[in-house]
């Protein structure tokens, strides 16, 4: 048994960012090496990049696949791009596992699918945890995270970070695999 300190934030937001890149500092001296951060535009990713950049780390940024916010839209910015690989981290750019195809179909047809089940389960507990979950599959999928692995991810409500967890990484199709084992910020609202 052991007891780790969980950070409950007030309200989500950009607010919270700092006290996640602490936390994130933290686990990187506790021995973590896998680290996978949501950023849209890449700003979260390169305030991570920049803070961890002298650690030998394993940093992936995942971004919005090119086109979610409209046709052959990148919301991620190319400065950002680029100051994270100069600090060492990688990005990756993809489909959001719960926001896909499944997406366009309830969207024409009026239904409910089992993916959108599953992201509005998670955000029972709060989008950043169901952006915790969805990131780490979507870096075992491209090959950056190795599965079966304690990864700490961090992620946010709409802006910036509010989240900070543990997961045993997998990938989406063995979805069921991937365990949340530590909860160590959250906003409460």
């Known amino acids: 048994m052991f007891r780790k300190e969980i950070l409950y934030f007030e309200k989500p937001g950009p607010a919270n960012t700092q006290a996640c890149l602490h936390i994130l500092e933290r686990l990187v001296q506790e021995g973590y090496k896998d680290f996978v951060v949501a950023s849209t535009t890449g700003e979260t990713g390169r305030l991570v990049a920049e803070k961890l950049t002298h650690y030998n780390i394993n940093l992936v940024v995942i971004g919005h696949c090119v086109g979610f916010k409209g ?5 991620f910015l190319p400065q950002n791009y680029n100051a994270i690989l100069a600090a060492g981290g990688r990005v990756y750019k993809g489909t959001i596992l719960t926001h896909s195809l499944e997406k366009a179909l309830s969207k024409k047809f009026n239904g409910l699918y089992p993916t959108l089940l599953i992201a509005e389960t998670l955000r029972r507990l709060g989008e950043g ?5 969805e990131i780490v599959m979507e870096a075992c999928d491209a ?3 190795a599965e079966g692995k304690e990864v700490v991810a961090m992620a946010g409500t709409a ?8 997961i045993k990484s997998a ?3 063995r979805f069921l695999e991937l365990k949340v084992l530590e909860i160590l910020a959250k906003p409460r609202a």
């Open 71 to 75: 046709p052959n839209q990148d919301e």
């Open 129 to 133: 945890m169901k952006v915790c979950c």
């Open 143 to 145: 090959g950056l995270i």
């Open 159 to 166: 802006k910036g970070a509010d989240t900070v967890t543990v």
């Open 171 to 173: 990938a989406s199709k």
